[in-house]
């Protein structure tokens, strides 16, 4: 068993069941029948909060643990959800399928994976299309509410701005906020949010 299938082994949902602050705020940007993939996914709250807004949505994940909880939290909220194991450093990115990417704290993607799963990620874009990212910036360690124990996993605005210099930004914000996401995310955060369009 990996250590993500142990860690989502619990009981309950470990980032509980509620969608991601930062993604629940885009909800106006967001419109029925767009095609959503959730990037690494988990027990499924963001990808079953895009489903509840009408949008039609694959969510990613390589814990099958994860997956069978997101199924039966989908089932919960009456709502379908597309799951697929995926393993991110082998996974073969779709060519311009999605309307919305969302990654939120995908910070497992250390500095050799991150340019290939960033990459990935504007692929799977249709032109026009909106990529959402949220992650945890290096001031996050010495709060230590959530998140990878090692800097270099770690946002900061130039390395967000360099890697998407290719998309239009629409919005590039660091910040200090309180979350409560589960026993995962608790407590006073370093954060940095980025919302950024592919050219059409």
Do not use: C
């Not at 989908?74 to 919305?100: H, I």
């Amino acid at each position: 068993m990996s250590l993500w299938d142990q860690r989502y082994s619990q009981p309950g949902y470990l980032f509980g069941e509620r969608p991601n602050a930062f993604l629940a705020r885009q909800a106006s940007r967001l419109r029925p029948g767009m095609s959503a993939l959730a990037v690494a996914d988990g027990e499924g709250r963001n990808g079953v909060w895009l489903a509840e807004q009408g949008l039609d949505v694959l969510s990613i994940d390589a814990s099958p643990v994860a997956q069978e909880k997101a199924r039966a939290l989908a089932q919960a909220r009456g709502v379908a959800l597309g799951l697929e194991l995926a393993d991110l450093s082998t996974w073969s990115w779709p060519e311009a399928r999605f309307d919305v990417v969302a990654g939120i704290f995908i910070q497992f993607a250390d500095p050799v994976l991150r340019p290939k799963l960033f990459a990935g990620m504007v692929r799977a874009l249709k032109p026009g299309g909106l990529l959402l990212l949220e992650g945890y910036r290096p001031e996050q360690l010495a709060y230590g509410t959530g998140g990878p124990r090692v800097a270099e996993n770690l946002y900061t605005e130039d390395l967000l701005r360099q890697a998407f210099a290719d998309l239009e930004i629409l919005e590039l914000a660091a910040y200090d906020a309180e979350i409560q996401e589960g026993a995962g995310h608790a407590g006073m955060s370093a954060l940095i949010d980025l919302v950024a369009r592919k050219p059409g």
